[in-house]
């Protein structure tokens, strides 16, 4: 049986439009161990949500929050209200009984990526800050994985990605590891911070290049870094980035991607004509939803996550949907289960989406 109680917004959620304090209901199975589990999803699924909205997967506390309309089709799907107290009996029934390695891993779409980046960017000195943060985790993780290299290219895109992969350079630069940047569609957007970096990489003897590689050109890279799209990549690549990308795809086995291999819709929209093929993609702060997909596997080679410097009230002010099991800090690999793709939208979930938007 799935329960349903009423508790409180326990944050300001813009993205649901949901204030601190407005009603939410956490759905919870009353059944124990991975039974629960099946039943919390499938009622889950037919309302239309995604299995990687779950909250404290693979724990006695697994849930899904709902809210407005998918609380009366809950109801009217089987589900019952229940007190604290019934609430409290069922969860020390459950408690133990779900081993972590059946755990969900949670994903955010592009449009809650952006505002958790932008409500972090209220919080720190700059938005390049962040990017900082990040290019010297992604850096540091790369090195005590596969130690330090002999030569490496950086593909830098137009948008945020590229910033990165330009801090990256730096960043690489000052522990003496030769990279060379290629500039993709942004020598136009640099801004003055940006032509400072760029002109201190030339004069500790990296190359900037702004034309488009050709394939055989990056054959003489040990690594290459995809920093061409990212978050917003949300639609077809053309141009420049397009032919950069067909350049990529020749060395899937020495390529780095960073936060999504270029070419792939960061939402549920799928792979497009031209995508990157990489060995590993370092996820910045959380994954999007393309990245939980079983299609995106053969893309994104080892999917692991790299924390960019968000903090955890810039993540909880964006959506509940992000589950609790998310960690906020050290790099952990991203797990792929199966996951409901919801194809055939029915008309509950239309409303469901329709209400949160």
């Known amino acids: 049986m799935i329960l349903l109680h009423e508790t409180e917004t326990p944050h300001y959620l813009p993205v649901l439009g949901l204030q601190k304090g407005h009603p939410v209901w956490h759905a919870i199975s009353s059944l124990p161990g991975a039974n629960g589990a099946i039943e919390l999803l499938q009622m889950a699924r037919k309302i239309g949500a ?9 724990s006695y506390r697994e849930h899904f929050d709902l809210f407005k309309n998918s609380v ?43 505002s958790i980046i932008y409500s972090a960017s209220q919080r720190a000195p700059s938005f390049f800050t962040l990017c900082e943060t990040a290019a010297q985790n992604i850096l540091n993780f790369f090195l005590c994985r596969n130690g330090a290299f002999q030569s490496a290219a950086i593909l830098c895109g137009p948008g945020g990605t590229g910033l990165v992969g330009i801090a990256l350079a730096r960043a690489a630069a000052k522990k003496s590891l030769p990279a060379d940047i290629y500039l993709i569609n942004r020598n136009h957007t640099l801004t003055e911070n940006e032509h ?16 488009i590689p050709a394939k055989n050109e990056l054959a003489r890279y040990q690594y290459l870094f995809d920093a061409l799209l990212g978050n917003g990549s949300v639609s077809e690549p053309y141009g420049a980035v397009a032919s950069a990308i067909f350049a990529l795809q020749q060395y899937p086995q020495n390529t780095i991607a960073i936060d999504l291999p270029s070419g792939m819709d960061p939402d549920e929209r799928g792979v497009y004509d031209l995508c990157v093929c990489a060995a590993e993609t370092y996820i ?23 924390m960019s410097g968000a903090d955890k009230k810039a993540i909880k002010s964006v959506s509940a949907g992000i589950g609790a099991n998310v960690p906020l800090q050290g790099y952990f690999a991203l797990l792929r289960r199966q996951l409901a793709e919801a194809q055939d939208f029915s008309s509950e979930w239309t409303r469901f989406i329709a209400d949160l938007r």
């Not at 702060?285 to 996550?305: A, D, I, N, V, W």
């Open 50 to 58: 995604h299995d990687c909205w779950i909250q404290d997967a693979g």
């Open 284 to 306: 910045i702060t959380l994954p999007r939803r393309c990245h939980t997909h079983t299609f995106s596997e053969q893309y994104t080679g080892k999917p692991l996550m790299v």
């Open 196 to 211: 400072s970096i760029i002109q201190n990489l030339e004069q500790s003897g990296a190359h900037i290049f702004t034309h």
């Open 72 to 114: 009366e089709i809950a109801l009217a799907l089987g589900a019952v209200r229940a007190t604290t107290s019934e609430i409290g009996a069922v969860l020390k029934l459950k408690k133990g009984q779900y081993p972590d390695e059946n755990a969900i891993i949670s994903s955010v779409t592009s449009s809650q990526m952006k």
